[in-house]
């Protein structure tokens, strides 16, 4: 049993900056990924970043650069810091966590337990 809970969702004008937190609850010792989606109004959901247990990341075209992706064992939370922020950005923003040996980093159908999603809105 695996239990996410994201925070640090906010209003914010084009450029600004944002960092979102994921606590993780619950045996999460065996995961392979621990990854940011996110969902627009009208649109699928889409990866954003990922990383696996020994730190290497993923990001997705639309963010590299100015997302980054960590996390700190000690405290069991992961973190997404969202710089340069476009109003393209506003979604609900997703943590979730994949147990999948071998799991595409990105894939969501690869993700077994999710949160319950933060709210991020970009004014231009």
């Known amino acids: 049993q695996v239990q996410l809970v994201e925070s640090g969702g906010d209003s914010v004008q084009a450029g600004g900056s944002l960092r979102l937190s994921c606590v993780a609850y619950g045996d999460w010792y065996f995961r392979t990924y621990m990854g940011w989606f996110r969902r627009a109004p009208g649109k699928e959901r889409e990866g954003v970043a990922a990383i696996d247990s020994g730190g290497r990341t993923s990001y997705a075209d639309s963010v590299k650069g100015r997302f980054t992706i960590s996390q700190d064992h000690s405290k069991n939370t992961l973190y997404l810091q969202m710089n340069s922020l476009k109003p393209e950005d506003t979604a609900m923003y997703y943590c979730?966590?994949?147990?999948?040996?071998?799991?595409?980093?990105?894939?969501?159908?690869?993700?077994?337990?999710w949160g319950q999603g933060t709210q991020v809105t970009v004014s231009s």
């Open positions: 979730a966590a994949s147990f999948v040996v071998g799991a595409t980093n990105l894939a969501e159908a690869e993700y077994r337990y």
